[in-house]
């Protein structure tokens, strides 16, 4: 197993699993419309979070635009 | 009004936040005429419901994303990325707040990602405070406008320094959009006067009893301050002016 | 709004004082969506061309005759009685001037016409200073409404003490139209918001730059500061609310 | 002859004149409409001008409405 | 100062309203340098411990006995002359109450009583609102000074209609006492800056937490008010002027 | 008041620029009852008559020099250094301006200036804007002192913004000073009445009539305004508050 | 007896009772310097107070100076 | 000669001459009192004024005090 710090929590990802499968495992919509993804601080493409594997202990943060603002 | 090249008709962008619900939003947005409103970037919340981008596109809005929440110019700079990832648009608000107490900006925090997204071929908009230089500094540094507050943000306490507004006004090269401190309709009129192109307001209207009703008035509000700072108003005169011929009086 | 059981859409009376000439005067009426303008009574003079209540009445509206010029009850009394005879309306815009240096209403004299015109069956809208006591007094001997300066005639001031005005507005049971001071959309707009019912405008329009642009100008303040004192405008708060919520901050 | 004064000014009339001749002596258009008499102080109906003669000495204001106020 | 040709050495009047007790009174007399203080005329209360004629003139200050509680001239003139008797002075501050709500005066019935009291042998000094044309017939009618108001009554809010005053103190030939509505020290300093000739403090004294501390306060306000209207104070400028000079500048 | 754990009497600072010539400037400063007096640093002039150090020092003040006329940090710290070594004092009155139209300061170049004198051993007073967050800032990184201005360097404005300078005060550990936009005493009494520990004045009573006099003027009215700050002035109410009772009324 | 209104109150005194008894009944200090008197809305000066009698109903009014003001 | 920016202004002194000659030159008063120097940017102690040659070309600031501020 992986363990990540997804949207900062401890979560166990299966060994070899993509970012795609972290921003699954996030809860995002299927189509994902909206959202995008850092891993440890850097934005990851989308086109790259099918082929992107994710190592122990990486920060992963996944987000999408919510109400807000100013 | 001209931002970056791209023409608005409407002079009132909408702040998102505050809205009881996503209906609620809608209908302010539509009596709004905005065409632009704002949105943050926060963690996905799988129980969310509604999508907030359907509602504003829905509504006829395009979606400006900005980077509420941020204290330092490194997570700013890169909410902004993950922002024109997420939602394939490089114009961004830029927010840098510098205390939680006041919400107001961190000068320094503030220029620093301005510069760095300008390099990165952002359209930056960023949420400034009424200091006419650091206005100044944020154009130097290529920002397509300045968005100075009139008072802190969600104080509706209006505008508290015309005097610091007007400096801007007079010396900026790109847009001044008042952000920030409109409570009423009277505020975003005299945003206008001054000479402001335009006015942001969220909590304004989002937090009214009616919100729907308070976007209409406050979209009356910024068309009535254009029209007036373009009619060429009279000067201010410390006595009066006869308004009627004194030429003709009877004598009884 | 209603006065003396009359309704009207408009809640901006036209003042006709300091138009260029009848044309512009007509453009700007128009553009004012007013229903209502004031006139004054002055000699006839054979050589004067075009008649104003042609091109007010031609434009839609009605004439309002006011006793601008008279600085005694009596001679106030007197020309709102030619006024009746002449344009055959028992309305009367009253004015009674303390002096011609500030324009600034007469109390006693006011309120001594004014109950004599009402004795005699005219329906008073009385210009008065800010004091609510007066404006009691005014209301007490039966005016129709009561016409609370902002600031001095023609001064382009604005709302000098808002606080006086919130007074009024508050304990009056007769309409509160702002008379006098208004220089710009903002000024009418903040004049419905403390929840005047009306506003009365004469040079912030005949003397503007472009009158018929001004006239809309403050046409649409109107309806901004009305839409908002009914939409419930937020309060001030000395601190900053955000509108953005805390929860779900990504951590970079 | 009968003199008068007309809107401020010295007027001769002739004997036994009315005031519908002052007010056209004032220069009133013929309808005369929008136009109203103060003699001595004293509003005189419209429809009493034809039938009063004025007297010597006596002050008539004949007014109309003009741009005004405020 | 001089009124009704006497003169003062100070310019602060004290009433003695509000104060915890007559010790406390006392002490806040002595700070302020008052020459004058405010009494009311009440029903004798049996029950009543020490005189505060005793304590006012113990501290070097003289009485002047104002109309309180009056809402007509009627009620205003008796409560003078019995006043009168009394305390055997002549001078009177003279209130006519509008309502108990503001406590603003009620204008027609105070120059009512002005004038009856005038014709009575009395020096009035009355307190009146800020309408300048009501303080020209005050003065008109012989009063000895005119004593207007910045703001209500204990209201603390300052002057909110400088203008007013400012309009008041040009044009008249008494002096002119602000009263009521001072809340602070730079308040009185204010009014002396805007020509005032004197102000009248009771609350802003009596209530604050430190009677004594505010009374000194105000009173050295009172007098940097006069020091500086003397003293041909600086123009306002829109812009900045340079304290330092330009030429000699080092280049490194 | 205490800046870097020096004792000061007067809570009044004395700008030097202005003075029409050294014999006004000895005689405002001993009315001023200051015990610091700015000086610039300039190029020796040859020509120049009488010392300014002599006439500062004999009329009982110190000497604060400043780095008035830099526009950059590097200018600043320079300017300092040479101060430090002419005068003998490690203090020092940091200006760095943004431009010569309003002189307002450079939020980055003060705060880059200011790290770096500290950093060299000097007690720095940073001349700022009105911004709290600069404000705290500059305490973060050393100042022994802020020094917000009310409106620009010589405008006589007043306070512009009193609600920034409250959150100034509110949040600061070190002295605040009000420094510049002081017209007159009123103003200056309001700056301590806010909270500020001191004001500093240079136009307001360099280029006033009688330079002397509003010297006096504004000495009493800091001293005023101090004394009403911790006497614990009344709160402000919409409404009246009678300072008479009610009980005891005579009905006649 | 004669009534009277005293400060606003009923009160009895005396047949023949003069203002100066009024005065003490209302509990004016002796010597009463600082009291003034109005009967039926007229004042009545001090040295008329011995030799005034009250009469049946009639509505004295006893005032002393108090703290108040403005 | 050694030419050097002296306030400002191109200046001619002696070969060899001290910074403490380029203070007198610029006009400095005698003791000196109040008097700081700056050489191309630095600041030059006053310690070292007599002991410091000026190089041809170098920039020198001789200030003192004078009315300003703020």
């Known amino acids: 197993m992986t363990v990540v710090t997804l949207n900062g929590a401890e979560k166990e990802l299966p060994e070899g699993a993509t970012v795609e499968a972290a921003v699954r495992a996030a809860g995002a919509p299927e189509h994902g419309r909206g959202v995008a993804v850092a891993v440890d601080g850097e934005v990851l493409p989308r086109g790259e979070w099918a082929t992107t594997e994710i190592q122990e202990g990486q920060k992963v943060e996944v987000l999408h635009a919510v109400q807000g603002g100013q | 009004m001209e931002i970056a090249g791209r023409t608005f008709r409407s002079r009132l962008v909408l702040g998102t936040g505050g809205f009881r619900n996503l209906g609620v939003m809608a209908e302010a947005a539509r009596e709004s005429g905005a065409e632009l409103a704002t949105v943050a970037m926060r963690r996905v919340d799988p129980t969310a419901r509604g999508s907030i981008l359907e509602v504003i596109e829905g509504a006829g809005l395009e979606v400006l994303p900005n980077t509420a929440g941020c204290y330092t110019a490194r997570d700013a700079v890169t909410t902004a990325r993950l922002a024109r990832e997420a939602l394939g648009t490089d114009w961004v608000k830029l927010e840098v707040i510098g205390d939680d107490h006041t919400l107001l900006p961190d000068p320094a925090e503030l220029l620093d990602a301005a510069e760095t997204l300008v390099a ?26 300045v968005m100075p507050l009139g008072s802190p943000i969600g104080s509706g306490m209006g ?7 007007r400096l801007i006004v007079e010396r900026a090269n790109v847009p001044v959009i008042l952000d920030a401190g409109v409570g009423t309709a009277s505020d975003a009129a005299l945003a206008l006067e001054l000479g402001c192109d335009a006015v942001l307001c969220a909590s304004a209207i989002s937090r009214a009893e009616d919100p729907a009703g308070m976007a209409r008035a406050i979209r009356l509000g910024v068309e009535a301050g254009r029209l007036a700072q373009r009619a060429g108003r009279i000067p201010k005169r410390l006595y009066a002016q006869a308004s009627t011929p004194e030429e003709g009086r009877a004598e009884f």
């Open chain 2, 120 to 145: 990165d071929g952002f359209t930056v908009l960023p949420y400034t405070n009424d200091d006419p230089i650091l206005a100044r500094r944020l154009e130097d540094v290529g920002c397509a406008a």
């Open chain 2, 159 to 165: 505008l508290l320094n015309t005097y610091n507004l």
